[in-house]
């Protein structure tokens, strides 16, 4: 308790805040509904909020290696036909928490919360860059710009105090299909209003909305469905299309996936990707069951041949209602377990299970392989290859 209470005096005491806001809604409160609230939408942030507050004036430059450089006015954007998306926002970082418990790991400490599912409303990319020239379906200009770089207006330490920034190929800005929105909605609001202006607060209940649409990249963002929100960049300054990828901190030196050999010693940031999708996230669902009456203590799950592991969540007399809490023990029966992963492409997952007097599974079923073929305890693996 009395370090909460420094925190506290800690932001009072200092009207700019010593780090950046970023907040994420209990578990409960996400699954409550399929379109997340505003309210319960996670904010991300690497720097102070900037606050537009002359949307008249407020305008996108693009610029780059196109023919020609532009400023788009809120109007512009406006004019352009108008579409709903319903993406997922989620952070790369989510689920941070978890992981940082094999080992120690960078980062906003972040349960499962840090993603969300809104409507996006807003203009088309493919559309703005076709009003400039840029044809659909496009993967390099004439001029050789093969990225589009989103620069944003707010400023972060990260980048040494220069703004937020990331960038997506050109072909995927200029393909129809790949929905990339510069949007000034979310859930149904619109997020054009002035700071003074807006509807009022009642209006949104139950959807969300109102004054938290500033967190959310207030007048216009970029949402990228499919891929980590740090590449959806907010309050977008500018638009250039550049030959490399952007160059950025949070392109180049965050947000790339290491092997777990790699640590802050001897990481070379160089020879790695900037990560742009998601890895798949399924369901792991299994028995466990030991012999004697021995309950199961633990079922823990890899996807990395057994390298690491997460531990599963495990059910018994899970939907059977006939079955009494005073009942006789359920010491003889299977328990269910459970646990959602990341998969790559290609993965084998594996399980194996702890009892209560601490037997393990063996690894490889060669060391118990026996002529009768029975009591294969071995651990239970499973090819998955992720397809569409
Ligand atoms: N855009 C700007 N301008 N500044 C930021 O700090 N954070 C990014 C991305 N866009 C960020 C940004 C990251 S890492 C994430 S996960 C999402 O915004 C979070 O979006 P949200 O705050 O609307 O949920
Ligand atoms: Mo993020």
């Known amino acids: 308790p009395s370090e909460a209470l420094k925190t506290t005096l800690l932001t009072i005491e200092h009207p700019i805040f010593s780090e950046p806001f970023n907040a994420e809604p209990p578990r409960s409160a996400l699954v409550s509904s399929y379109m997340t609230p505003v309210d319960f939408f996670y904010k991300r942030n690497h720097g102070p909020i900037p606050i537009v507050d002359d949307i008249e004036r407020y305008c996108v430059s693009v ?7 532009k400023q788009l006015f809120m109007k512009d954007i406006w004019n352009l036909p108008k579409y709903n998306i319903t993406a997922t926002l989620q952070c790369a970082g989510n689920r941070r928490t978890a992981m940082s418990k094999t080992r120690t790991v960078k980062g906003v400490g972040w349960d499962v919360s840090a993603i969300g599912n809104a409507v996006w409303g807003g203009a088309k990319l493919v559309d703005v860059l076709e009003l400039l020239g840029i044809p659909k379906l496009t993967s390099a200009t004439s001029s050789g710009g093969k990225h589009v770089e989103f620069v944003s207006i707010d400023k972060c330490k990260e980048e040494n105090g220069g ?50 649409l500033l967190d959310h990249g207030y007048p216009l963002r970029v949402v990228v469905p499919g891929i980590i929100g740090a590449r959806s960049v907010k309050w977008l300054d500018s638009i250039n299309i550049i030959a490399e990828e952007c160059q950025g901190f949070f392109m180049q030196k965050d947000y790339k996936m290491f092997p777990p050999s790699v640590n802050w010693d001897n990481i070379d940031w160089s020879t790695r990707r900037p990560q742009m ?30 390298r690491t592991w997460v531990e599963a969540s495990r059910y018994q007399k899970a939907g059977i209602p006939y079955i009494a809490d005073n009942a006789s023990s359920d ?16 993965a084998e997952i594996v399980a194996k299970a702890v009892d209560t007097a601490a037997n393990v599974q063996p690894e490889n079923v060669e060391t118990i392989w026996n002529l009768r073929g029975i009591l294969n305890t071995s651990w239970h693996r499973v090819r998955v290859r992720v397809g569409h």
């Open 277 to 306: 999708d998601f890895p798949v996230q399924i369901t792991v669902k299994g028995y466990a069951v030991s012999g004697g009456g021995r309950g199961i203590e633990r079922v823990d799950v890899s996807i990395d041949r057994g």
């Open 163 to 212: 703004p937020y920034k990331a960038s997506i190929p050109l072909s995927q800005a200029t393909n129809p299909e790949a929905d990339v929105l510069l949007a000034y909605e979310m859930n149904g609001v619109s997020i054009h209003c002035s700071t003074e202006n807006r509807p009022p607060r009642d209006e949104f209940l139950g959807f969300g909305g109102s004054m938290l």
């Open 63 to 69: 610029t780059g290696l196109i023919d020609n450089p």
């Open 331 to 346: 010491k003889w029966a299977w328990v269910f377990f459970e646990a959602n992963v990341d998969v790559p492409m290609t």
